[in-house]
Each structure stands twice: as C-alpha cells, then as structure tokens.
C-alpha cells in the first residue's frame, strides 16, 4: 500500500514524539492503531461482500444457461412470477412435532436426605474439619 522505509519512520516517529510529547504519545498511538485496524476490518469485508456478490451473480448466470427449456416452445423458462404465484419464500413448516421419547429420570429419591442436610448426624471426614471456630476462654477472671 504505502512503501514507507526505515528512516521516513524514524523521522515521523521524531516529530510525533517533539509535537505530542512522551505523555500523549502512547495514547495517540493506540488510538491510530485502532483506527487502521478498523479500517483494514472494513476494507476486508467489503472486499469479501464484492467477492460474494460476484459468485452469486456466476451461479445466476451458471443456472439460466443450464435451466430446463420449456418442451412446447423450445423457450427457457423464467423465474419470474405468474399472476397466481407469489415469489415470497415458502414459510417455515411449524407444525412438526417431535416424537415422545423413552428418556425417563432417575427416581427422586436416587440419594438419601441426610446428605442434603444442614446438620449430618456424622461429621466429615477430614483432620481440620471443625462444626464451629472453637471458642476463645477470656482470662479477665
């Protein structure tokens, strides 16, 4: 795109750091590079949009050169609509539903209370499992 060479850099990164000062410049830098990788996102989607837009326009042209002739007449078909038909898309079919499955769930009563509780009847295993911080004695007495 641009053929800037080393020394055309050094010399404009001088000037930006003289004009701009050692404070503003990694700012402004951010910022500049933010809006070249802005504009190279840009650029690639709208070359992207102009590279799809001419595939579609070969497919097109692919399909009326390869559509079926009318047998009466020898004349292509169109695809443009008649006065009965609309060229609308056909609407999504709604009324599917699916089969009943033979998934069933586990029982409800598949693990026992006590585990759920607030308080078990038997601690947890473990050395420095305590129910409570053990109380300090107050030695005022």
Do not use: C
């Not at 990164?13 to 402004?28: C, R």
């Not at 989607?45 to 009466?72: C, F, H, M």
Request: charged share 15%.
């Amino acid at each position: 795109m641009f053929d800037f060479g080393f020394s055309e850099i050094v010399l404009t990164s001088a000037i930006a750091l003289i004009v701009l000062g050692p404070e503003k410049l990694p700012k402004v830098a951010r910022q500049v590079g933010n809006w070249m990788g802005r504009a190279r996102s840009m650029a690639r989607q709208l070359t992207e949009q102009l590279e799809r837009e001419v595939i579609a326009e070969d497919l097109l042209k692919a399909q009326a050169k390869t559509s079926p002739t009318n047998g009466t007449n020898g004349t292509m078909q169109t695809s443009t609509p008649s006065a009965g038909m609309s060229s609308a898309p056909v609407p999504f079919d709604t009324s599917y539903t699916p089969p009943p499955s033979s998934y069933t769930p586990p029982p409800s009563s598949a693990a026992p209370e006590q585990a759920y509780s607030a308080h078990p009847s038997s601690p947890p295993h473990g050395a420095d499992w305590h129910p409570a911080p053990p109380e300090k004695k107050s030695s005022d007495g």
